[in-house]
């Protein structure tokens, strides 16, 4: 059974980093399509990065030159790094996994798994 767990979320201050995870258990193997994506309330969900099974990425122009994704598949971790934050990158950050690999890097949400979410609150 496919689990994935966020953690590393926080407060932090504009201008400040963070880091947040996402542990994944349940796959055979590392060749997935993953991504983040955030809501904060009253916004639509949106999605921060995809990446695929080659580590190519698709960023939103909202966060592109702040944040970098990274996998450590020898610890099943998915990794994204935020960089000089700001106030309207707070919201609830959510992995998801395992989309079809030919629209991995296209725009949707069309994944078959979802972690719970962690928490990202930036401040002035």
């Known amino acids: 059974q496919v689990h994935l767990e966020e953690s590393g979320g926080g407060s932090v201050q504009a201008g400040g980093s963070l880091r947040i995870s996402c542990k994944v258990s349940?796959?055979?193997?590392?060749?997935?399509?993953m991504g983040w994506f955030r809501q904060s309330p009253g916004h639509k969900r949106e999605r921060v990065v995809a990446?695929?099974?080659?580590?190519?990425?698709n960023f939103a122009d909202s966060v592109k030159g702040r944040f970098t994704i990274s996998r450590d598949n020898a610890k099943n971790t998915l990794y994204l790094q935020m960089n000089n934050l700001k106030l309207e990158d707070t919201a609830m950050y959510y992995c998801?996994?395992?989309?079809?690999?030919?629209?991995?890097?296209?725009?949707?949400?069309?994944?078959?798994?979802w972690g719970q979410g962690t928490q990202v609150t930036v401040s002035e």
């Open positions: 998801a996994a395992d989309r079809p690999a030919d629209l991995c890097l296209t725009p949707g949400d069309e994944y078959n798994y």
């Open positions: 349940g796959f055979s193997d590392s060749n997935y399509c």
């Open positions: 990446i695929d099974s080659d580590d190519n990425t």
